[in-house]
């Protein structure tokens, strides 16, 4: 990606969209790793780049939404994870794959913050249509059956 990054900021400039693209991605491993202060940085770099380029209900802007949610979530505020990916979802996403996606980080939201009936909502909106579309081993698959496992096993014991 830093190799792919230096090769497109000599050729088309860091305010390129395709420069601001691989910085995206280059946000998304950062946080992987483990960095979300970096992945933040990246982030607020991409945006400022792509916010006068893309237009107002263009896919990507919801993306962005679920960034800052996964990188608050990765900072444990919770609190903040939920609004943005509140905010994601309410984003226009034709593609029904990619809300399911949203609803189910919502979902992991709600859930760490206890809200288990709002949890359990958005999996039942999500779940589905991910298993549906995506292998087993894919990550979504995972994420999804580890909240809906989660969800179930805190459902018997608030009902007890």
Same mark, same amino acid.
């Given at each position: ?33 483990g960095n ?37 979530? $990765? @900072? =444990? %505020? &919770? #609190? +903040? !994870?939920?609004?943005?990916?509140? *905010? ?8 029904? /794959?990619?809300?399911?996606i949203v ?8 859930? $760490? @913050? =206890? %809200? &288990? #009936? +709002? !949890?359990?909502?958005?999996?039942? *909106? ?6 549906a579309a995506? /292998? ?25």
């Open positions: 990606i830093e190799r792919s990054l230096h090769d497109l900021a000599a050729r088309d400039g860091e305010k390129s969209f395709g420069y601001a693209f691989q910085q995206y991605r280059l946000a998304r491993i950062e946080l992987a790793s979300p202060d970096a992945a933040e940085q990246d982030l607020h770099d991409v945006i400022a780049t792509l916010d006068p380029l893309l237009p107002a209900d263009h896919s990507l802007r919801m993306q962005f939404e679920v960034m800052r949610g996964l990188i608050a979530k $990765a @900072r =444990g %505020d &919770l #609190a +903040g !994870a939920q609004h943005a990916f509140e *905010a994601a979802e309410a984003k226009p996403m034709p593609v029904p /794959l990619e809300a399911a609803r189910m980080h919502l979902a992991g939201a709600l859930l $760490a @913050r =206890g %809200d &288990l #009936a +709002g !949890a359990r909502a958005k999996l039942d *909106a999500s779940q589905p249509i991910i298993e995506l /292998l087993p081993s894919a990550v979504e698959v995972v994420e999804v059956r580890g909240y809906a496992a989660e969800l179930a096993a805190r459902e018997v014991v608030a009902r007890r």
